[in-house]
């Protein structure tokens, strides 16, 4: 069973940039792959990015593709998505989840990332 716990999100304005961490505990996390999801009010939760076991291998949604960065450091239980460029459209709850299989079967509670213009 893997606990997750989202922090970083906050109030920043169009062009900044904000940093996500999501701290594991309780399972063997480098084992799985992490994804990080937002949802935006009346919207449906979305996957925004997503990073293999070990690291080696990543994947993003067109809407952030060359502003985002999903990166883990496994010895630390850690992981993280660096945002730059940050637009308005980008105002979420950012949630970090875990799966091992097809699936994300672990979540955190997520963190409110707004984007002022």
């Known amino acids: 069973q893997v606990q997750l716990v989202e922090s970083g999100g906050g109030l920043v304005q169009a062009g900044g940039s904000l940093r996500l961490s999501c701290a594991a505990s309780?399972?063997?996390?480098?084992?799985?792959?992490m994804g990080w999801f937002r949802q935006a009010p009346g919207k449906e939760r979305e996957l925004v990015a997503h990073i293999s076991w070990n690291g080696g291998s990543t994947s993003y949604a067109d809407s952030v593709k060359g502003r985002f960065t999903i990166s883990r450091d496994n010895a630390k239980n850690m992981g993280y998505l660096q945002m730059n460029r940050l637009k308005p459209e980008d105002t979420a709850v950012y949630y970090c989840?875990?799966?091992?299989?097809?699936?994300?079967?672990?979540w955190g509670q997520g963190t409110q990332v707004t984007v002022s213009s």
């Open positions: 309780g399972g063997a996390f480098s084992l799985y792959t």
């Open positions: 989840a875990a799966r091992y299989a097809s699936k994300y079967d672990y």
